[in-house]
């Protein structure tokens, strides 16, 4: 193994969830007075820490959201987990591979904390990670593509930046691993490979990922 941690997105890369919470946030969206597709709200906030959807619509129509916004938001996207949403295939397999092979790795999501724990436990994967290896942006207050968040990860695993793989889907997980010094695989199952610009390698199905990482 090259590497001493890997680190993964939840959103997309463990939890299948990007095409449930992207559809559900274009419609909140539209429905404040901000008018959102599908496609726009994927390629302006997927893998984006909650602030940066305020941010986006303050910096373009110079209004706030509703302050029950986030709130709404979430009891839809949660209820909407807890009908739909399903781990990434061949996931589970990776994670029991670094596990045998006495790899450390741990998650670091721009979801805040309830959001990676109602996706992890329903679709079976809390219990291969436990308290100690979930960090949030919440933790630390500017999410991607700023790289607080892996430097948080690594500083907080006992890892130095340059000994740590990151598996992302989005451009702005991409950017913040490269900011952070890491090393970041492309995972282009929902993002086509040009928008993940930067990335030490690209790969499209989970099988392919031990041999990028060489474990």
Known sequence: MQYDLVIFDNDGVLVDSEPISNRILADCL?????????????????GAAPHRIHDVVRERSGAELPADFDAAYHAQVFAAFE????PVDGVAVILEKLAAEGVPY???SSGGH??????????GLYARFGEERIFSAQDVGRGKPAPDLFLHAAREMGVAPDRCAVVEDSRLGVAAALAAGMDVYGYTAMTPAEK?????????????????LSC
């Open 30 to 46: 539209t429905a404040a007075g901000h008018p959102t597709t599908y496609e726009d709200s994927l390629r302006d906030f997927m």
């Open 83 to 86: 009908r739909e949403l399903e």
């Open 106 to 108: 741990c998650l670091a």
């Open 114 to 123: 309830e959001r990676i724990r109602v996706a992890l436990r329903k679709t």
């Open 196 to 212: 993940l610009v930067g990335a030490t390698a690209l790969f499209h199905t989970m099988a392919e990922l031990p041999g990028l």
